[in-house]
């Protein structure tokens, strides 16, 4: 029988083997001496060093044959919870066409060009063509002189476009027959003088004794004073008045010519309104006479 093999003695098994047996010595360690512990090296148990070869007779032993281990799956970073940074402040806050200035204001950009001269402006639009409908007569200049002419006597009326009409004088007397006049008794034409209010004298009376001054009657039922009051006040060649409304229409006296038109009142959206209380004119009070009673003048 043969005798047992000899293990011990074999230094190249013993290599072999002690790679095998600790993963963790390499060639170099070995063939430097190093012997592991058998455990997990560590600080309190690094292992020992032995000389493998004192006389240094006995040959390094072959390098052994290092196979990595399997590859380890990707890595799945999952949800970041840390959010997104906020985003960068604009590196210029000013408005288009400024930046931030030295000090600390926005100042126009000199790198920006000013805008230029504006176009001139251009032709104004062709007129549409004349109003229609019911129209004041201070929008009638460049359509209707002669209504446009008389504006100021015809405050609060609107006119129909195409309405005018010459009027005869027989005509004109039976519609002025219809009139009432400013104090409910009819009108009078004077063709040398214009049209009258008629008024009664008790009528007349009245106003004298509230010192009022009746306006558009015939200069005749007036005294000198009056007249002189009637003329300051305005009433032209002391006379009724140049136009009156009767029915829908109104006429105008133009130096023995009579046109009409036909007429509507303005329709106003509100209506005006007055305070109540507080300091009353004398005229409010007493009549357009209290501008020249005794004291007032």
């Known amino acids: 029988m043969a005798d047992p093999y000899d293990y011990d003695s074999d230094t190249s098994l013993q290599a072999l083997l002690q790679q095998l ?11 430097y001496g190093y012997q592991p512990s058998t455990g997990t090296p560590s600080i309190t148990n690094p292992g020992t060093y ?3 070869d004192p ?17 380890l799956p990707p890595f799945d970073p999952g949800v ?18 400024y930046i931030m200035g030295p000090s ?3 100042i126009l950009d000199p790198t920006v060009q000013p805008p230029g001269d504006p176009d001139p402006p251009g032709e104004p639009p062709p007129p549409s063509g004349p109003p229609t409908g019911y129209v004041s007569a201070a929008n009638l200049a460049d359509y209707d002189p002669f209504l446009h002419g008389r504006r100021n006597m015809t405050s609060g009326k609107q006119f ?23 104090y409910g008794q009819g ?10 209010s008629n008024i009664s004298e008790e009528d007349l009376a009245k106003h004298r004794e509230n010192q009022a001054v009746p306006m558009h009657i015939n200069p005749n039922q007036m005294t000198d004073v009056e007249q002189l009051r009637a003329k300051i006040l305005g009433n032209r060649k002391l006379l009724g008045g140049q136009q009156v409304a009767i029915g829908d229409r109104m006429y105008f006296l133009d130096d023995g010519n009579i046109s009409s038109y036909q007429y509507q009142d303005v329709k106003y959206d509100s209506t005006p309104s007055f305070a109540r ?21």
Do not use: W
């Not at 129909?160 to 400013?182: C, I, N, P, T, W």
């Not at 009108?187 to 009258?196: I, K």
């Not at 209380?277 to 003048?297: Q, Y």
């Open 80 to 97: 970041d919870p840390t959010p997104d940074p906020p985003p960068d402040p604009p590196s210029n806050p000013c408005p288009a066409g």
């Open 187 to 196: 009108m009078t034409y004077d063709p040398d003088r214009g049209l009258f």
């Open 277 to 297: 209380g507080g300091a009353v004119s004398p005229i409010a009070s007493h009549g357009i006479g209290a501008l020249f009673a005794k004291g007032n003048m």
């Open 55 to 71: 006389s240094g007779t006995v040959p390094l032993p072959p390098p052994g044959v290092y196979t990595p281990p399997d590859p």
């Open 50 to 52: 032995v000389d493998p």
């Open 104 to 106: 600390g204001v926005c």
């Open 21 to 31: 047996y600790n993963p963790y010595a390499s060639d170099i360690m070995l063939a």
């Open 160 to 182: 129909l476009m195409g309405s005018r009409q010459d009027v005869g004088m027989d005509d004109f007397l039976s519609a002025l027959a219809q009139a009432e006049g400013k």
